[in-house]
């Protein structure tokens, strides 16, 4: 169909009616659109609209005739879980059909990475070659392959996770792979038991982004509970996008596009691990820094601390720099507690200011003390910034 919507006016006649002329014309295109097309056409029509336009980072998660259906037989359910399975699935029709995806890294994010793991070069590497394809869409997000970093205990693996998911500007997720038996805490148990209840990855959908990051801390001691159950059998699936596409927690049931989530492993080796899981991941080598790349690192653990701290605004920074050779010395993880025992002798001798001996005091073992650094623990290795 054709409309002229830029009459010739006649000679005389007034402009208003020209206007006038064009909006009854522009009703007339609208109302016979309207009635060739179906309504969920219009809906499909409007949805890729918004993907295309300003909302450029939103993909669907889940489908709407998906949603309407579990929500019908949610309320066939009874008492308690009834309510659970209702009220998880209207949370994320609240939320929306269309969530944020994560951008790539800005270049700022990724240089202060490198300067903070000076270490963990490989890993800043890949993440700039993968940012710099993402941006060659007209479209970009940002998807990190799933990654294993394998090295020593305390080379700051963890911490590095942890940054790489604030700089891609999505929420995390931390699984203490050690203490985990069975997968129902990450992928749900069916609402049939009377434990049922959604699961981790399910808990990190409801929220405006789909590509969270999970890291999976100390892969290598995954462990299987009595029955042989695979604790880690969700990977399968879950790290490969096209069977993420289609994840469904046990529990909740509804389809969703876990596809763009990020999968961070750390290990201190890789003899323990599935083969299958293995070669799904990416595998790379973290060593603990040189000496000549501690001072950057402890920097970096430095202001981490005085930012999360109320009593940092107490001393005088920065820190004399013998105060930071002495602790230049440590390992990475015993930095951050090494600093903030320094600060606490300080503070017992009425000084806002440390000096040397702060450090040095602190790392003199006592008859029942270990050395610093060699703390363990029973529920994984210590987060360290």
């Known amino acids: 169909?054709?409309?002229?919507?830029?009459?010739?006016?006649?000679?005389?006649?007034?402009?208003?009616?020209?206007?006038?002329?064009?909006?009854?014309?522009i009703r007339a295109v609208v109302k016979v659109t309207q009635a060739a097309m179906r309504s969920e056409d219009?809906?499909?029509?409007?949805?890729?609209?918004?993907?295309?336009?300003?909302?450029?980072?939103?993909?669907?998660?889940?489908?709407d005739h998906a949603m309407t259906a579990r929500l019908k037989w949610a309320q066939n359910l009874a008492g308690d879980t009834q309510k659970l399975v209702v009220q998880q699935l209207k949370q994320a029709q609240k939320l929306g059909r269309l969530r944020r995806v994560a951008p790539p890294p800005d270049l700022q994010s990724l240089d202060a990475l490198e300067t903070d793991f000076p270490h963990c070069a490989q890993v800043v590497a890949l993440l700039r070659r993968r940012a710099a394809l993402s941006r060659c869409s007209p479209?970009?997000?940002?998807?990190?392959?799933?990654?294993?970093?394998?090295?020593?205990?305390?080379?700051?693996?963890t911490a590095l996770a942890l940054r790489i998911a604030a700089a891609m500007k999505a929420p995390s997720a931390t699984i203490d792979m050690a203490s985990l038996h069975t997968s129902f805490s990450i992928v749900g148990l069916d609402v049939g038991y009377s434990q049922g209840r959604a699961g981790a990855i399910w808990d990190l959908f409801q929220q405006d982004c789909m590509s969270p990051v999970v890291i999976l801390d100390e892969l290598d001691k995954a462990q299987s509970n009595g029955d042989g159950e695979d604790a880690v059998g969700f990977l399968y699936g879950l790290l490969e996008p096209s069977t993420a596409r289609r994840f469904v927690d046990a529990a909740i049931g509804l389809p969703i596009d876990a596809s763009m989530m990020s999968w961070i492993a750390t290990s201190n080796g890789t003899a323990n691990i599935h083969p299958a899981i293995l070669s799904r991941l990416t595998v790379i080598e973290v060593n603990c820094p040189t000496p000549a790349q501690m001072p950057a690192v402890v920097s970096s653990i430095h202001r981490e601390l005085l930012s999360n701290e109320d009593w940092a605004g107490w001393f005088e920074q920065p820190p004399p720099a013998e105060v930071l050779t002495a602790l230049a010395e440590l390992p990475p993880r015993a930095v951050r507690r090494?600093?903030?025992?320094?600060?606490?002798?300080?503070?017992?001798?009425?000084?806002?200011?440390?000096?040397?001996?702060?450090?040095?005091?602190n790392r003199s073992p006592g008859p029942h003390r270990r050395q610093i650094g060699f703390i363990h623990s029973n529920t994984g290795p210590e987060i360290q910034p």
């Open 139 to 157: 479209r970009p997000t940002f998807r990190l392959p799933p990654l294993l970093l394998s090295g020593e205990p305390g080379s700051g693996k």
């Open 338 to 361: 090494a600093f903030e025992d320094a600060y606490a002798s300080a503070a017992c001798a009425g000084r806002r200011f440390l000096i040397a001996a702060d450090v040095s005091d």
């Open 42 to 63: 219009l809906a499909a029509l409007a949805a890729d609209f918004e993907l295309q336009g300003d909302s450029a980072h939103l993909r669907p998660l889940f489908e």
């Open 1 to 25: 169909m054709f409309t002229e919507l830029h009459p010739e006016r006649s000679h005389g006649a007034p402009a208003s009616r020209d206007v006038a002329q064009q909006l009854a014309a």
